[in-house]
Nanobody, 115 residues
Framework: QVQLVESGGGLVQPGGSLRLSCAAS????????MGWFRQVPGKQRELVAT???????NYANSMKGRFTISRDNAKNTVYLQMNSLKPEDTAIYYC?????????WGQGTQVTVSS
């Protein structure tokens, strides 16, 4: 089994920055893909960014240039650096992992962008 635990959410003013972390534990295969999705109540969960174990990244168009995904394979941890945050970035951010042909999700961390 795999567990994903997020941290780093919170309240930030517009234009500010936050860094989310997701630590994976359990049976982590060397080849995997991890990433971040977000969801606003009443709306579908949407892609933010993904990264493969080899470091290939993919971003939703609206996040390009503001968000950066990275990972530390030795720590089985993926990060999301979010800059120039906007009120519309307010959502629950979920860590995701595709590991050994199975989807895994974290419990989510709230990010609120407000003055």
């Amino acid at each position: 089994q795999v567990q994903l635990v997020e941290s780093g959410g919170g309240l930030v003013q517009p234009g500010g920055s936050l860094r989310l972390s997701c630590a994976a534990s359990g049976s982590i295969s060397s080849r995997n893909r991890m990433g971040w999705f977000r969801q606003v109540p009443g709306k579908q969960r949407e892609l933010v960014a993904t990264i493969t174990s080899g470091g290939t990244t993919n971003y939703a168009n609206s996040m390009k240039g503001r968000f950066t995904i990275s990972r530390d394979n030795a720590k089985n941890t993926v990060y999301l650096q979010m800059n120039s945050l906007k009120p519309e970035d307010t959502a629950i951010y979920y860590c995701w992992g595709w590991i050994a042909n199975t989807n895994y999700w974290g419990q989510g961390t709230q990010v609120t962008v407000s003055s």
